[in-house]
Nanobody, 117 residues
């Protein structure tokens, strides 16, 4: 099972940017579909973006054109670049890794992103 550690959250003003990172260990990273989820208070956890081992990406409509997911398979790391942040982006962001062989999911501990003036 993969271990995931997120970093890069924090407080930012509307219109600002943040980059989240998620470092994976204990696995063959390229065999994992990696994703970023978020959960705001009182809301369900939602998929924000995902990326396959080959680099194919998918985004929820609300972040298209503002967020970019990427991965460095040599560094076992996935990133989420968040630009033009809005207050509604405020949430705990979770890194997720899904093993394409077993379909097993692993989660990071979460990192808080707060967009506020």
């Amino acid at each position: 099972q993969v271990q995931l550690v997120e970093s890069g959250g924090g407080l930012v003003q509307p219109g600002g940017s943040l980059r989240l990172s998620c470092a994976a260990s204990g696995t063959i990273f390229r065999l994992y579909v990696m994703g970023w989820y978020r959960q705001a208070p009182g809301k369900q956890r939602e998929l924000v973006a995902s990326i396959t081992g080959g680099g194919s990406t998918n985004y929820v409509d609300s972040v298209k054109g503002r967020f970019t997911i990427s991965r460095d398979n040599a560094k076992n790391t996935v990133y989420l670049q968040m630009n033009s942040l809005k207050p509604e982006d405020t949430a705990v962001y979770y890194c997720n890794g899904r093993d394409i062989v077993t379909n097993r999911n692993s989660w990071g501990q979460g990192t808080q992103v707060t967009v506020s003036s």
